[in-house]
Structures are given as structure tokens and as C-alpha cells.
């Protein structure tokens, strides 16, 4: 099987570079190993485990995309301001999108409901072929570029291949690509939890002895009672918190959020998920780039990681499709090159500040407490600098692509 562009991993980052190259005459396969059927949904039924904190500027590439509409008929939980605070000091800041005049932060999402307006998008307008329950098994690259063999034996070949496979990205495996990575020696118990006072539309997130704890706003039919948490421990808090009962895990979870909204009544099954920080060296070899989870994972201290992925399939699209237009051939390595070079230092600024905010917020001495606490008051009193880090979560500021752009 030939196409002229192979995008392997149908997920939220690889589907929305293939929606995103729609149109531009290239022949485009999109290859997962799930068998890339949207699941039925039931707006009065649980939520899933695993959200992401999606910014305006994504929310901007899923409107233009088309694939917005289907995500909100589903469920969407959209939040209007973030308190962060210190649980070892006193240090707090609350953050508002009135401060850039914007309706709101983000909205909370569970990524099935992504994945799943995506993937329905992909479908009603056949701009790509669908390859589902196809699982690479090796890869080879060719004079004329890849050749990917699958588990059953079949042959795709194309001269340019795009990796959007996750973290554990199979084809950055194959390839030899070479990362930089590193354990935190934390998981994150994520779960959905419903509190007895209602959250206000109102990101929360307290630091901890032990790691960052968010509380993140969901809705369904207007009640605002329910969150999801994504709690960051050590490996053997972890195993301890996994280990309790319902009951005990509630009690546990209230007092390490200080109760502000109440009672934890209710809990979902949870997830331990380990925490590891992996960039690779380079995006990009002649035919092949790499794109969200598979270039780059960082920590879920501030909900970035999906968002810098979008922004990746957004550019790599930009890219390519100006290279089209100038005659040039998208596989080459100059063309995909100058996709690296605006995403990288981009990347690699959010993953140090987050690596930097978990060192500090997880430092013992008290000149590090005392530093801590003395920046979150002093950002707290400084309307312009608040304004600065909105205008960055709301994706208003950096080399953004047309399509994210307001």
C-alpha cells in the first residue's frame, strides 16, 4: 500500500495533522493499532479518568477543524480562573480570565471525547484514509523513503512518515531516534471525584510535600460538584494511596487539599500513572518527524502537554503545506527541519519551566520555601505579570500557527 504521507498513532495529535493537511492534495494514511471506531457516548454517565486542560488556541484549532461542535455536544467543562497555593507556606495566586477581557481559561476534556469528535470528523469528510487494529512491527527506510511491515505482515510505503504515537512511540523506536530523558520518581493517581461544594468553574491546584495536587474542574447538566484529579507522589506514597479503600482514599485526599471544597463524597476507580520526562534529540530525519508525546513528555504540573502537541501538528502542517506551494517536496530534510526549529525552543521553554517549578515547589531548605512563597505573593500582587502567564495559558503569545491564532 503507497500514500505520500503515513501518520502513524490516530490520537488526539494525529488526527489533527491529518484533518489540518486536508485539502492539500497529498494522500494521507493514518495507521493506530485501535480499531478507530468513536465509541457511544452517554452525556449522563461517568467520567473518564483521563482529561486534558485544553487552552483557547487548541480550542481554536478544533473550531476551525470542525471538529469543536462535536466535542461540546459531548461534554466539556470549561473554567474561568486557576487558584494555585503553597500547602507548606503561605504563598497564593489566583489567576482570572477577565485580567485579558477573555470568557475563559480552558476547558477541561476528557480525551476519549477528543479522540472521538476527531476521529467522527476524520470519517464524515474522508479526506484520509483509516487504517484501524494495524500495529507496526518494523520499519525500514528505502530510496524512496519508509517501508513500515505490520504485525499481520502487510507493506505500507511513503516518503514521508510522521510519528504520533505517544510516548512509548514505536516509531521513534524503530528509527533510532534518540531522547534525553529522565524518572521524577513520582505517579500521578488521576480519578474523578465529586466534592460537596461545588468548584466554581475553578482550576485548583495546591503543592504538597509529597508533589503537586490538582483538582480540575468537570460538569455535567450544570453540576459543578465533580472534579478530576491528577495527584502527583512519591512511588511509595503511591503504592500506599492505591492501596486504600474508597473511604480512606477520600479522607486521605481531603486533607491533603486542605477541604476547600468540602467533603471528598464520592470517588471513581482510580489510575497510577509514572511520571518521566523524555525529549528527544532531534524532531526531524530526512522523511520523518516527530510529533507530540513521541518528541517530547513533560510533567502534568500545569495540564501542557496535549496543547504543545496540537501546536506541533499545527506548525508541521503550516510547514508543509508552504513548502508545497513553493514546489518544494515535504519529506526533505530542509523543509521538515525549519518545522523543528520553530517548535523545539518552544518545547524545551515550557518543559524547564515546568521542571523548574517541580524542583522548586518540591524543595525542603527554607531558603527555598521562603523564595517560593515571597515569588507566589510577589506575581500575586503584580496585575501585569498575571496577565502575562494567562496570555500563555490562554496561547495568545509565541510563534503560533494561523490556525491557532485568534
Known sequence: MQADLIIVGAGMVGSTLALTLEGSGLDILVLDASPLEAADFDPQGGFEPRVSALSAASQRIFERLGAWPGMSA?????????????????????????????????????????????????QRRGGQRLLGA?????????????QLTLDDGRQLNAPLLVAADGANSAVRRLAGCETREWDYLHQAIVTSVRCSEPHQRTAWQRFTDDGPLAFLPLERDGDQHWCSIVWSVTELEARRLMALDDAAFRAALGRAFEQRLGEVEEVDPRLCIPLRQRHAKRYVQPGLALIG????????????????????????????????????????????????????????????????????????????????????KAVQALPEAKALFVRQALGLSGDLPALARP
Do not use: C
Request: glycine share 8%; hydrophobic share 45%.
Open 134 to 146: 494495524a500495529r507496526l512491527e518494523r520499519l525500514k527506510r528505502t530510496p524512496q523513503g519508509w
Open 74 to 122: 459531548r461534554r466539556v467543562s470549561p473554567y474561568t480562573d486557576m487558584h494555585v497555593w503553597d500547602g507548606s507556606g503561605t504563598g497564593q495566586i489566583h489567576f482570572s480570565a477577565e485580567t485579558v477581557h477573555a470568557e475563559v481559561l480552558g476547558h477541561i476534556v476528557e480525551n476519549r471525547v477528543v479522540q472521538d469528535a476527531l476521529l467522527e470528523t476524520m
Open 293 to 376: 508525546d513521541a518528541a517530547h513528555t513533560i510533567h502534568p504540573l500545569a495540564g501542557q502537554g496535549v496543547n504543545l502537541g496540537l501546536l506541533d501538528a499545527a506548525v508541521l502542517a503550516e510547514v508543509i503545506e508552504a513548502a508545497m506551494a513553493r514546489g518544494e517536496r515535504p519529506e526533505d530534510i530542509r523543509v521538515l527541519s525549519r518545522f523543528e526549529r520553530r517548535r523545539m525552543p518552544h518545547n524545551l521553554a515550557m518543559m524547564a519551566a515546568m521542571e523548574g517549578f517541580e524542583r522548586l515547589f518540591q524543595a525542603d531548605p527554607l531558603p527555598l520555601r521562603w523564595l517560593r512563597n515571597t515569588g507566589l
